[in-house]
């Protein structure tokens, strides 16, 4: 592990703090081998700053020879300026001694999230009614689809709504193509978010693509995959007689539906539902899932270890 802090690309350490506007509880998560003193020096550093820490979550896989991870919050008011200086001393004090990743966020500050959505609606109207309500800490910038559908419904939200079809390959949710409109797709992600969103998105997103995008993506699929994958899903889980479905939010990776796992949950079902109630009750846990793994990540509670999480 590098002992540097994670901050969000082209933005400096310090600069999420909201330009010179004080901030007062920051966001500090850590991660790094396991080994006694870690929580002293880390607190030693901010209360000698005179920070009022008002929250601590640790965990380890292992007392000896494991990695630790922390989620700390802290109370003090903080100019762009002192941020900067707190979180060099940070880094030299603490983060690099201690080889640790690590990063501060000024929770004043919502994370600025971009959404993709293809056709299916109940995902996307799910976040952003959350959101308008002042129930999701995060800040919309754009939602771009592979279809002109939900245009009207989105701009209602007073959001920018950008179609960006495919046409490169056999159709929609297929692996291969797509090239031109992955272009576009970075063009208007870029410097756009701190987090991406696919709100039933069904297209593939390559790993170039997802190397240079740079920041971290969130999916929602059915839990019963990959028992099935692919098409009408829930009428072959119908026709194989299932007693549980849900629905699994994890973090995109290269590899199809095999990133880290956020969130998940299921629901009874039974032999009298039939295929319409299978997906509307799937339609409901698939957006208060994915909604639960938006807000973890948004208030800092996720850190990734390998193709696992440690949500706090």
Request: net charge negative; charged share 25%; aromatic share 6%.
């Amino acid at each position: 592990m590098s002992a540097s802090p994670q901050t969000p690309p082209d933005r400096p350490a310090g600069s999420a703090a909201g330009g010179d506007r004080p901030g007062a509880i920051t966001r500090l998560l850590i991660s790094c081998a396991d080994r006694p003193g870690i929580v002293a020096a880390t607190s030693r550093l901010l209360t000698d700053a005179g920070a009022n820490i008002v929250r601590s979550d640790q965990h380890t896989t292992d007392p000896r020879g494991g990695v630790f991870f922390m989620r700390m919050e802290f109370d003090l008011e903080l100019t762009s300026q002192r941020r900067a200086e707190l979180e060099r001393r940070f880094a030299q004090e603490v983060g690099e001694p201690l080889q640790m990743q690590w990063r501060m966020w000024d929770a004043a500050v919502p994370k600025r999230v971009a959404i993709l959505v293809s056709r299916e609606d109940h995902c996307l109207l799910d976040l952003l009614w959350r959101w308008r309500r002042g129930q999701l800490e995060m800040q919309p910038t754009i939602v771009i689809s592979n279809h002109p559908d939900l245009r009207e419904d989105v701009e209602s939200f007073g959001l920018q709504y950008v179609h960006v079809p495919v046409t490169e390959d056999g159709g929609e949710g297929r692996a291969g193509g797509g090239a031109e409109s992955e272009r576009r797709l970075l063009e208007l992600l870029r410097d756009e978010a701190e987090l991406v969103v696919l709100a039933r998105y069904m297209r593939i997103l390559s790993g170039a693509f997802l190397d240079e995008l740079a920041v971290p993506v969130i999916n929602i699929h059915h839990s019963f995959l990959p028992a099935f994958a692919g098409a009408a899903p829930y009428r072959r889980a119908k026709e194989r007689g299932v007693k549980l479905i849900g629905a699994t939010a994890h973090y995109v990776t290269e590899r199809l539906d095999d990133g880290p796992i956020i969130e998940q949950d299921t629901v009874r079902v039974s032999h009298r539902d039939d295929v319409a109630a299978l997906m509307r009750l799937g339609a409901d846990i698939e957006r208060t899932v994915l909604a639960r793994a938006v807000q973890w990540h948004c208030e800092d509670r996720v850190l990734r270890a390998g193709n696992t999480t440690v949500v706090f």
